[in-house]
T-cell receptor
């Protein structure tokens, strides 16, 4: 499946580094999402963008900074992360941001913070 | 906040046995979606149920949505090794503004 792509697939960064995760969807969807998936935890919704406008920010620490330049691209800028931020970061898209549209996930970026 | 509980967390079966995972919400849901995540993969949408009491089938998979729209189940008949993975339910809140994922049930199958 190549509808939603994410780069890089793996990332190791120190706590003082700055890096960015990239997501691109080729499905013509209007909504894009960032999720965090940690071991033994449910998928945690971080941010939602609808038509490039942020509609949800689920109390995410400011060391995570999203950017949505257009409906096809979504970035997650990372800086001064903590080891507990190590997780799989999944990008998803859907036709519209409201339920009941199904979400299409990218392969994820496996992030390790050292 | 609203939570969607899913049980069991893990299930191991012998190939050919049946498998069921259950999803429960304390509040009425607008709809329920099911996703499957293979080991090392990402969640993939399986199906959506919207109507009270709705039942849908996909080959060996049967999905149900409770009459009160507060619970759902996924039943797999005669499991195969290809069924291995984590099955997530995701419930839509009444306002239709959020999809809340359960923790998932991880299924392992031995041949």
């Amino acid at each position: 499946e190549t509808g939603v792509t994410q780069t890089p697939r793996h990332l190791v960064m120190g706590m003082t580094n700055k890096k960015s995760l990239k997501c691109e969807q080729h499905l013509g969807h209007n909504a894009m999402y960032w999720y965090k998936q940690s071991a033994k935890k449910p998928l945690e919704l971080m941010f939602v963008y609808n038509f490039k406008e942020q509609t949800e920010n689920n109390s995410v620490p400011s060391r995570f900074s999203p950017e949505c330049p257009n409906s096809s691209h979504l970035f997650l800028h990372l800086h001064t992360l903590q080891p507990e931020d190590s997780a799989l970061y999944l990008c998803a898209s859907s036709q519209e941001w409201r339920v009941p549209y199904e979400q299409y996930f990218g392969p994820g970026t496996r992030l390790t913070v050292t | 906040g609203q939570q969607v509980m899913q049980i069991p967390q893990y299930q191991h079966v012998q190939e050919g046995e049946d498998f069921t995972t259950y999803c429960n919400s304390s509040t009425t849901l607008s709809n329920i979606q099911w996703y499957k995540q293979r080991p090392g993969g990402h969640p993939v949408f399986l199906i959506q149920l919207v109507k009270s009491g709705e039942v849908k089938k996909q080959k060996r998979l049967t999905f149900q949505f409770g009459e009160a729209k507060k619970n759902s189940s996924l039943h797999i008949t005669a499991t195969q090794t290809t069924d291995v993975g984590t099955y997530f339910c995701a419930g839509g809140n009444q306002a239709g503004t959020a999809l809340i994922f359960g923790k998932g049930t991880t299924l392992s199958v031995s041949s």
